[in-house]
């Protein structure tokens, strides 16, 4: 059975840091990898989604990257703002469309 | 577009007492699902669609009922809700492997 963690649970930084959040999975056998962004009180926006011929994937301050043979993806946040505060979920895919997520990493960055 | 839509916002029941969260999405899209999220656990899987007239059970699926008549629309049934139903329910869509999650509804079983 897939199973995903992620490191930190939580993580508090001043303003324009660069920090890096982590995610683990026990079956390599991935396809993508996705991140996401929770706001509190609301749904999940997609960030980046890896497939499992990329390494790396960018948007803007975000970059993400997935090591299949090890069960890790990082996401690399630069210089990091307020506005980035949020929990931060990875997620693969089990079957069909469906997915199993991380905990998360509630992130707050301080001005 | 509306994208995912979600209601109620908030809901408080008690033990016992049936009701049906409504998720409607405006996308097109054949593939719908339902999440509950509790606190450290991530988001669990109760039950998923691939299209009009097909459903399926995910991970946590007890207690729950769904059905899909229409591409737009996929409500959530407690039947007999209980205070382990307590949670934060999310609906989602997609057409590939980017999910657009609705609002959420903040359920509370007393």
């Known amino acids: 059975k897939q199973e995903v963690t992620q490191i930190p649970a939580a993580l508090s930084v001043p303003e324009g840091e660069n920090l890096v959040l982590n995610c683990s999975f026990t079956?390599?056998?991935?396809?993508?990898l996705q991140w996401f962004r929770q706001d509190p009180g609301k749904g999940l926006t997609s960030l980046l989604l890896i497939q499992s011929s990329q390494r790396e994937q960018t948007s803007g301050r975000l970059n993400a990257s997935l090591d299949k043979s090890s069960g890790r993806s990082t996401l690399y946040i630069a210089a990091s703002q307020p506005g980035d505060s949020a929990t931060y979920l990875c997620?693969?895919?089990?079957?069909?469309?469906?997915?199993?997520f991380g905990p998360g990493t509630r992130l707050s960055v301080l001005p | 577009n509306a994208g995912v839509t979600q209601t109620p916002k908030f809901q408080v029941l008690k033990t016992g007492q049936s009701m049906t969260l409504q998720c409607a999405q405006d996308?097109?899209?054949?593939?719908m699902s339902w999440y509950r999220q509790d606190p450290g656990m991530g988001l669990r899987l109760i039950h998923y669609?691939?299209?009009?007239?097909?459903?399926d059970q995910g991970e946590v699926p007890n207690g729950y009922n769904v059905s899909r008549s229409t591409t737009e629309d996929f409500p959530l049934r407690l039947l007999s809700a209980a205070p382990s139903q307590t949670s934060v329910y999310f609906c989602?869509?997609?057409?590939?492997?980017?999910?657009?999650f609705g609002p959420g509804t903040r359920l509370t079983v007393t």
């Open positions: 079956d390599s056998a991935i396809y993508n």
């Open positions: 669609s691939v299209g009009a007239g097909i459903t």
């Open positions: 997620a693969v895919p089990v079957y069909g469309q469906n997915f199993v």
């Open positions: 996308m097109n899209h054949e593939y």
């Open positions: 989602a869509s997609s057409s590939g492997p980017l999910r657009y």
